[in-house]
């Protein structure tokens, strides 16, 4: 079966709170997934213009791009008109610090989008891949504060 490559961005949108940073995740997969906003590259697109726009289109948030943190790649399948195509996506991921925006703006795909305090948003992820980006970020915002 021929593997079809997918390079995607996506970003962990934080905010300072009164007791610590908040993050944002969206609920996908009717309510059932949450995950970090991201999406496919666009032609003559770079991957942090990429992260920004998907950012700002599925969770309603626009943010200023702090750093990259890391990436994540894997395989998944999929079935379409009957037939099964089989993808390696590569997914970068931006830090980006809030500047405005609303979370009740995000788009039709996302079924909801909500901030939580980092730690909670960490145990919420739904995938492994994901959690640990979210730490990552974490980390990166912890140095910031030293």
């Known amino acids: 079966m021929e593997t079809i ?36 590259v666009e032609r003559g697109e770079n991957i942090a213009r990429t992260a920004h726009r998907e950012v700002k289109e599925e969770t309603g948030l626009d943010g200023r791009i702090i750093r990259k943190i890391d990436s994540i790649k894997y395989f998944y399948a999929h079935k ?15 830090l980006m610090e ?27 992820a739904t995938y492994r891949d994901e959690k640990e980006i979210l730490r990552k970020a974490k980390e990166i915002i912890d140095e910031d504060n030293r």
Do not use: M
């Not at 379409?80 to 931006?94: A, L, S």
């Not at 979370?103 to 909801?112: G, I, R």
């Open 98 to 124: 809030y500047t405005g925006g609303d979370v009740k703006n995000h788009d039709t795909e996302v079924v909801e989008c909500r901030w939580f305090p980092i730690n909670r948003a960490i145990e919420l």
């Open 80 to 94: 379409e008109k009957g037939v099964t195509k089989r993808f390696f996506k590569i997914v970068y991921f931006f």
């Open 5 to 40: 490559r997918q390079i995607s961005a996506g970003g962990v949108v934080f905010r300072r709170v009164p007791g610590g940073v908040e993050v944002a995740l969206i609920s996908v997969k009717d309510g059932s997934v949450w995950a970090l906003p991201k999406g496919l």
